[in-house]
């Protein structure tokens, strides 16, 4: 059976410019080492075929004329050497097109996944960007993702990538088929929102943000840092109403991606902190030293001595169960309405939306004190909780029933 590697272009063949156009001959950079990968993959047996998204191809912004030259050199270089791509395909589509042929939505290589006839075990997608894992994964494939320097600690140099396909080990990093990406892309459109969102749990550092509500961008970020994954999220809402539908929409986006990209759960931590059951929360102390791990707005991470959980500013607890459920307790009224946009009573509405949208059972719990702090130590909680729960530990799934 016939064996493909699926390839990006920019940032995994050539270098990505700072305006994220190659539409003239000098942007045209290769990555190093990249034609003697692809020789060395080609007399492998593997078949190439280009993936693009270039935004906006063809009209006033990127014309053809100056994208054509570029696009030919880089074809015709590879060419020189001896590599030969069996198709270029290529997305000309903006985001808010919302088409079918933009990675990572599958228009673009529909045809071979009409075709049984290759080897989807053997076959990869090879990109710089989660969405390229995620297409990858929505393929059936493995994606591996490339970093711009051979030095990069955020993806493979192309020596890796060949040492990771034929020898079938990725040098200073696990085998196992989960370092490969755990990535979930969703859009989510309504009369009232527009959300594109991307969660890649195995990296982090490299979050972007953009719902229109400063405030709660902050507090996404501080979900995704704490969780240590990397969350990409743009959102469009009627913010001239109010937040409510942006907030909760964006809840639900982001519990269908973590939902998305966990799969079967195989390996999973599961839980976070403390062990929740449905609608009863036991809180878990350590035997020798009676400590209870929370965090406050001044996120002290570690362990802080406790012998009564009403000491503590935050108590969250959270178990990926696939059962659905979330309790919020809070001491005292939050002491602002609004913080910069931020409704407080939309805290409860948010975490409930993403739970019921993961399958998680949450517990949440904050006392009294300044309302900035009582939100944010919530979403970092929430962060340091879910950390633990996602973070690959093992190769069973963690349910005595068989399921989650």
Request: a negative charge; aromatic letters at 8%.
């Given at each position: 059976m016939r064996k493909y590697l699926f390839i990006?272009?920019?940032?995994?063949?050539?270098?990505?410019?700072?305006?994220?156009?190659?539409?003239?001959?000098?942007?045209?950079?290769?990555?190093?080492?990249?034609?003697?990968?692809?020789?060395?993959?080609?007399?492998?047996?593997?078949?190439?075929?280009?993936?693009?998204?270039?935004?906006?191809?063809?009209?006033?912004?990127?014309?053809?004329?100056?994208?054509?030259?570029?696009?030919?050199?880089?074809?015709?270089?590879?060419?020189?050497?001896?590599?030969?791509?069996?198709?270029?395909?290529?997305?000309?589509?903006?985001?808010?097109?919302?088409?079918?042929?933009?990675?990572?939505?599958?228009?673009?290589?529909?045809?071979?996944?009409?075709?049984?006839?290759?080897?989807?075990?053997?076959?990869?997608?090879?990109?710089?960007?989660?969405?390229?894992?995620?297409?990858?994964?929505?393929?059936?494939?493995t994606g591996l993702k490339v970093g711009a320097f051979e030095d990069s600690s955020d993806g493979l140099s192309w020596d890796d990538?060949?040492?990771?396909i034929i020898k079938g080990e990725r040098k200073g990093a696990p085998t196992s088929e989960t370092s490969a990406g755990r990535v979930a892309h969703v859009v989510r459109n309504t009369r009232?929102?527009?959300?594109?969102?991307?969660?890649?749990l195995d990296h982090s550092g490299a979050s972007s943000i953009h719902t229109g509500i400063g405030f709660f961008d902050h507090m996404l970020d501080q979900i995704a840092t704490h969780a240590n994954f990397n969350l990409t999220v743009q959102v469009e809402g009627d913010l001239e109403v109010d937040?409510?539908?942006?907030?909760?929409?964006?809840?639900?986006?982001?519990?269908t991606a973590l939902k998305q990209a966990l799969g079967d759960k195989r390996g999973i931590g599961r839980f976070g902190f403390v062990v929740p059951m449905d609608e009863v929360m036991a809180q878990v102390?350590?035997?020798?030293?009676?400590?209870?791990?929370?965090?406050?707005?001044?996120?002290?991470?570690?362990?802080?001595a406790a012998t009564d959980p009403e000491d503590h500013n935050i108590t969250v607890a959270l178990d990926i169960s696939g059962r659905p459920h979330c309790e919020f307790e809070?001491?005292?009224?939050?002491?602002?309405?609004?913080?910069?946009?931020?409704?407080?009573?939309?805290?409860?509405?948010?975490?409930?939306?993403?739970a019921v949208a993961m399958g998680l059972t949450l517990h949440m719990k904050v006392s009294s004190g300044n309302a900035h702090h009582q939100v944010?130590?919530?979403?970092?909680?929430?962060?340091?909780a879910l950390r633990p729960a996602i973070k690959v530990v093992g190769t069973e799934l963690p349910s005595s029933k068989g399921t989650l």
């Open positions: 990006d272009r920019d940032g995994t063949l050539v270098y990505e410019p700072e305006d994220y156009q190659v539409d003239a001959l000098d942007k045209v950079k290769f990555l190093p080492h990249v034609i003697p990968a692809l020789l060395r993959l080609q007399e492998a047996g593997y078949s190439l075929v280009m993936v693009s998204n270039q935004d906006g191809l063809g009209t006033d912004s990127f014309p053809l004329e100056t994208f054509t030259p570029a696009h030919e050199l880089i074809l015709n270089t590879l060419e020189s050497q001896g590599i030969d791509f069996e198709q270029v395909l290529i997305c000309p589509h903006k985001p808010e097109d919302n088409c079918e042929c933009r990675k990572p939505k599958l228009g673009l290589v529909q045809a071979y996944l009409n075709d049984p006839s290759w080897d989807r075990a053997s076959s990869y997608f090879i990109g710089d960007r989660p969405t390229d894992l995620a297409m990858a994964q929505a393929m059936g494939i990538i060949v040492t990771t009232e929102t527009k959300i594109d969102l991307t969660v890649d937040g409510h539908h942006t907030i909760e929409d964006t809840g639900i986006a982001l519990g102390f350590a035997a020798s030293t009676d400590e209870l791990l929370t965090i406050g707005a001044d996120t002290k991470v570690g362990p802080c809070l001491n005292a009224e939050f002491t602002r309405e609004d913080i910069n946009g931020f409704e407080t009573q939309m805290v409860s509405h948010f975490f409930e939306s993403l944010e130590a919530l979403f970092k909680a929430f962060g340091r």
